[in-house]
């Protein structure tokens, strides 16, 4: 039987070594309960780093390289010019933490690039999908295989998406999303096959972390992989997941109230598609089933970032057009066919992020590579780790700070048109001549 755990774990780290590849060395000498499917810093005490993992101990064998892996790749170009932006899910993020709220600023970044790499909480918003057709929509674990240099992703348009549906106790909300899916098809000419409802149920229970991160707890993940299993037998490399979220009502309309609590349901997402995505050469998303009627919410006034949760009843439209639009994952070495485009490591230009998230795994591998990290102060999070909690050395490093996405599209304009970042800031540094 698969099972997905969540735990903390501790290693000791003086800040000079503090880089993905230090990090996951000592990692990796852990007796840890299964394969990594998430990593999270959640506090750093002297040398002391504190992280909240998630891991599934399972028979299958994963499709990428482990996260704890590491190819330090020699940037070769930048045409075309990619970046990626990361919103973590499940932090309360003041952008990009509710229903697609982040959708703006993203398009914003992408109309500084030639592709933007964005994760799929920044823009989903249950029936509204508004991502430009340059934003690469792509789950988080791939995001952080891409850039520790284990895959590539090719751009293209999805023909086929898969989706797949949790075994109701109401045959009406299986019809609901039925529904859904048919009105894409009827409407937008999207081809949805395989539909899969799974043998029995797939529980997942929505909690919060010691750290007030969304996390969540699994049952059901076997079955959840064998409909997964048909799908791997079919054409389609998409999926879309929808499985029930249990949350405590009173969280619920706490979260609703806009209350300073993070999305309930982003973090059991994040897991969910992580896991998917880590045994399987899919792209992924996931919506949640519906539980109850009155949980739609319908004739409430909520905060306006979540207004696209309370006009759906199936949240599964805006997940399905953003799979549209994502890029094929593939092996970093993967031949490149006859007018294709395979962006991996060597091409990413820059990685945008809260200034307060950067204990993940992009940050850290960005470090490695050499990948320009822009941080972004307005947006911030419950989170708490910024690159002076982490005692990291920016100088000498290419790590910029900025008060908002309007700054940050307006920094990946400089580096796309090769303009020194720092001729535009004032007093311009001193050149420092080397005397032989």
């Not at 755990?5 to 501790?10: G, L, V």
């Not at 949790?166 to 999207?190: H, T, Y």
């Not at 004739?299 to 009843?313: F, N, Q, W, Y």
């Not at 993967?334 to 307060?356: K, L, Q, Y």
């Amino acid at each position: 039987m698969s099972q997905v755990y969540t735990k903390d774990f501790e290693i000791q780290c003086p800040p000079q070594q503090r880089t993905w590849r230090q990090v996951s060395k000592k990692i990796a000498a852990l007796p840890l309960p299964g394969i990594p499917i998430r990593l999270i810093l959640t506090k750093v005490e002297q040398d002391t780093l504190t992280f909240e993992s998630s891991f599934i101990d399972t028979d299958r064998e994963p499709v990428w390289s482990s996260l704890l892996d590491l190819n330090i790749r020699q940037r070769v170009s930048n045409q075309p010019f990619v970046a990626v932006s990361i919103i973590p899910t499940g932090v309360r993020a003041e952008i990009g933490g509710f229903a697609g709220d982040a959708t703006p600023s993203t398009n914003l970044l992408a109309s500084a690039c030639d592709y933007l790499i964005a994760n799929p909480n920044a823009v989903t918003a249950s029936d509204i999908y508004f991502g430009q057709d340059n934003v690469l929509y792509l789950e988080g674990n791939l995001i952080c295989q891409l850039l520790l240099g284990n895959i590539g992703v090719i751009p293209e348009k999805r023909k086929n998406i898969a989706a797949i549906i949790e075994k109701p106790r109401d045959e009406r909300f299986l019809n609901n999303v039925l529904n859904a899916l048919n009105g894409l098809r009827a409407v937008g000419g999207i081809n949805i096959d395989p539909v899969v409802v799974t043998g029995g149920a797939v529980e997942t229970e929505c909690t919060y972390s010691q750290y007030g991160n969304a996390s969540g707890e699994f049952q059901g993940i076997d079955a959840l992989m064998k409909a997964l299993d048909v799908v791997e037998n079919s054409s389609a490399r998409a999926v879309a997941l929808m499985t029930t979220l249990q949350v405590d009502d009173k969280i619920r309309q706490a979260y609703y109230r806009g209350e300073s609590i993070p999305n309930p349901w982003g973090g059991a997402e994040a897991i969910m598609t992580h896991m998917t995505t880590n045994f399987y050469p899919f792209t992924a998303a996931h919506a949640p089933l519906l539980l109850e009627w009155e949980h739609t919410g319908f004739g409430k006034l909520v905060d306006p970032r979540d207004g696209a949760e309370l006009i759906s009843s199936a949240y599964v439209c805006s997940p399905l057009n953003g799979l549209i639009n994502s890029p094929r994952p593939v092996s970093f070495d993967t031949p490149i066919a006859a007018g294709e485009t395979r962006i991996s490591v060597e091409n990413i230009s820059a990685v945008v992020m809260p200034e307060t998230t950067v204990g993940n795994i992009p940050f850290f591998a960005s470090l490695d590579q050499g990948v320009p990290v822009i941080l972004v102060k307005d947006n911030t999070t419950k989170y708490d780790i910024t690159p002076e909690r982490l005692q990291i050395e920016t100088q000498g490093r290419k790590i910029y700070c900025v008060n908002s996405y309007m700054e940050a599209s307006g920094l990946l304009l400089a580096l796309r048109n090769g303009i020194a970042v720092e001729s535009t800031i004032r007093p311009i540094p001193q050149i420092k001549p080397i005397f032989l």
